[in-house]
């Protein structure tokens, strides 16, 4: 693999599999993936699974996520878990600011940046999600919103800690539609955000942030997407609940 940046994939899981499914789906992964090490790989099931999940891979090369977590340290925040205890349950990630979340719960560039923030405090990575809606494009403002996610999700963090996050780019209209961006929306997008992150540091740490690309990945479009020079990886939803489709995936990535 050519690319300055080592790929970096993972499968979020979304609200599927029981702890029991999640395992098998782990041990198949764990069997199928003991190969890989020129490939970052993680999985982030739902929050019930993590523990179990995550003692099983725990030592593999296949890390742990979570899906989201809270800002604050401990206290009455009803329903919520921060990143100690996601710590505490092995993972080494988390998804913060997905579209889902945006969209169904609430979640602001606000309330992702104190995410990002209080992850970065407890040395969980985060992985940071942007993107448009079909409206937003078709009206021509792509470069805006995703502008709007970066700087804000982002704001007021230090290069050193811009390093440690992975944006994910998911076009909205490419979630779980079967409609993938074409590698050329891809890699357009990914260059304005890179280009929006030198904007923000300086464009050497700019070129160590890994950027995913997210939205209808499969094993038929992964090696010409995760081709492409500013897309260093995916974030993989239903493909991601197959180990066959996902085991497939990294291994056309690599390919
Ligand atoms: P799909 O791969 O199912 O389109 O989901 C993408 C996604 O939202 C990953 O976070």
Same mark, same amino acid.
């Given at each position: 693999m050519d690319k300055a940046r080592k790929l970096f994939i993972a499968g979020n %899981?979304?609200?599927?599999? =029981?702890v029991a499914e999640g395992l098998d789906l782990a041990k198949d992964l764990k069997r199928d993936l003991a #190969?890989?090490?020129?490939v970052d790989v993680a999985v982030c099931p739902p929050f019930t699974g993590l523990y179990q999940i995550g003692q099983f891979l725990d030592g593999s090369n296949i890390k742990l996520g979570a899906q989201d977590m809270y %800002? /604050?340290? &401990?206290?009455? &925040?009803?329903?919520e878990v921060n990143a100690a205890m996601l710590k505490d349950v092995f993972c080494a990630c988390v998804i913060l600011g997905h579209s889902e979340r945006r969209q169904f &719960?609430? /979640? =602001?560039n606000e309330t992702v940046n104190k995410k990002t923030k209080a992850a970065l405090a407890a040395r969980l990575k985060p992985i940071v999600c942007v993107g448009e809606t079909l409206q937003e494009r078709e009206s021509g403002r792509t470069e805006l919103v995703v502008k709007d996610h970066v700087t804000g999700s982002l704001a007021g963090l230090k290069a050193e800690e811009l390093v440690e996050i992975t944006i994910a780019y998911e076009p909205v209209w490419a979630i779980g539609t079967g409609k993938t961006a074409t590698t050329r929306q891809a890699q357009e997008v990914h260059a304005f955000i890179r280009k929006l992150l030198a904007d923000m540091s300086d464009s050497s740490t700019a070129a160590r942030i890994r950027i995913q690309y997210g939205g209808s990945v499969k094993p038929a479009n992964a090696k010409e997407l995760l081709g492409q020079p500013d897309v260093d990886g995916a974030l993989v939803g239903?493909?991601? #609940?197959v180990a066959r489709d996902f085991v497939d995936i990294i291994n056309n990535a690599r390919s």
């Open positions: %899981w979304k609200m599927n599999k =029981t #190969l890989v090490r020129d %800002w /604050d340290k &401990f206290g009455a &925040f009803t329903g &719960f609430h /979640d =602001t239903g493909a991601s #609940l």
